[in-house]
């Protein structure tokens, strides 16, 4: 059913709009997560943020969102602040069940 729609014009109508979306900056990641009540988890590593690690220095969109998925490591996207990448990993149901348990 989900290739049915991606093929159909209005699914290719949204992935092209969210292609086109303007990468988010730092700033504008964290307000956003904050007016959806979502944890941006920290974490001692590099970027600083749980589930978020750089993967192309110099490029683009350098920072990568993953989680682990039924025993899987899953790629969420690749992102242009280590923010926007947490806020995608915050959006996740991994991430949603983490900030549960911390809280």
Do not use: I, M
Not at 28 to 49: D, M, S
Not at 64 to 81: C, E, N, Y
Not at 84 to 102: D, F, I, N, T, Y
């Amino acid at each position: 059913a989900a290739l049915c729609v991606a093929r159909s014009p209005e699914g290719q109508a949204a992935a092209e709009r969210v292609a086109a979306a303007a990468p988010l900056t730092s700033e504008e990641a964290r307000q956003q997560a904050q007016a959806e009540k979502l944890t941006l988890r920290v974490a001692e590593n590099k970027t600083g943020y749980f589930g978020v690690h750089l993967a192309k220095p110099g490029q683009p969109k350098p920072y990568q969102a993953k989680v682990r998925r039924g025993g899987k490591v899953v790629r969420l996207g690749t992102f242009a602040t280590a923010e926007e990448a947490a806020l995608c990993v915050a959006r996740s149901p991994e991430g949603k069940a983490a900030a549960q348990k911390a809280a």
